[in-house]
């Protein structure tokens, strides 16, 4: 099989590196495509909303993408860093002072132990997904599609995401609400 993408490795701590990996701009693009069909938006846009009131304002996710409302570049990255001024540091600066300890989690290798299989899992739940594949229809599904186009970016690998691009950020934000989704309902269960 032909190599189709680059593998940059930065420094990430001093005897550490990150993988970035420059994705071959036509399956880039063609994944792009899939996600921006205005369906296939609107269900990413519905699944993120219905997985963030899902967990009611006890997870907040700061680090998702928003609209800036400036057009200059500079103006916009004055808005970025007013958004992480006030999402981040002012939050933290309300929250110490209602407790004493903070926890920091940092899930190690992220985007390389993330299952692709997972992503079908959390654009439309499990039991939506297992049924889909027990009736032969995951090829109807988005989040199979998604799969899949991993998969192909991966050299039909499973395990692991390419990392340094938009559309990964945004599956694994999807998949992190996920599982904020399924740790809150843990929560409440136990």
């Known amino acids: ?32 495509n ?14 993120f909303e219905e997985l963030q009131d899902s ?3 006890k997870i907040v996710c700061s680090s998702l993408p928003f609209e ?10 004055k808005e970025y860093a007013l958004n992480f001024w006030e ?8 929250y110490s002072l209602e407790y004493n300890c903070l926890l920091k989690v940092d899930i190690q290798n992220f985007y390389g132990s993330i ?13 939506k997904s297992k049924e889909a594949k027990n009736q032969s229809k995951l090829d109807d599904l988005l989040g199979d599609k998604v799969d ?3 998969q192909y970016m991966n050299y039909g690998e499973t395990v692991g995401i390419p990392q ?10 999807l998949l992190l609400a996920f599982i904020d989704y399924k740790l809150v309902r843990r929560i409440k269960k136990n």
């Open 1 to 32: 099989m032909s190599k189709y993408n680059y593998t940059i490795y930065i420094n990430k701590e001093s005897n550490t590196y990150r993988p970035l990996t420059l994705i071959h701009p036509y399956l880039y693009v063609d994944f792009v």
């Open 34 to 47: 899939l996600l921006t069909k205005e369906t296939n938006w609107k269900i990413l846009v519905e699944r």
């Open 55 to 57: 967990v009611q304002n």
């Open 68 to 77: 800036t409302v400036k057009v200059s570049k500079a103006d916009s990255k």
């Open 87 to 94: 999402s981040i540091e002012q939050e933290t600066i309300k």
């Open 115 to 127: 299952y692709t299989h997972t992503l079908c899992w959390a654009l439309h739940g499990e039991e």
């Open 148 to 150: 899949r186009k991993f």
């Open 164 to 173: 340094g691009n938009i559309i990964s950020d945004l599956m694994s934000e």
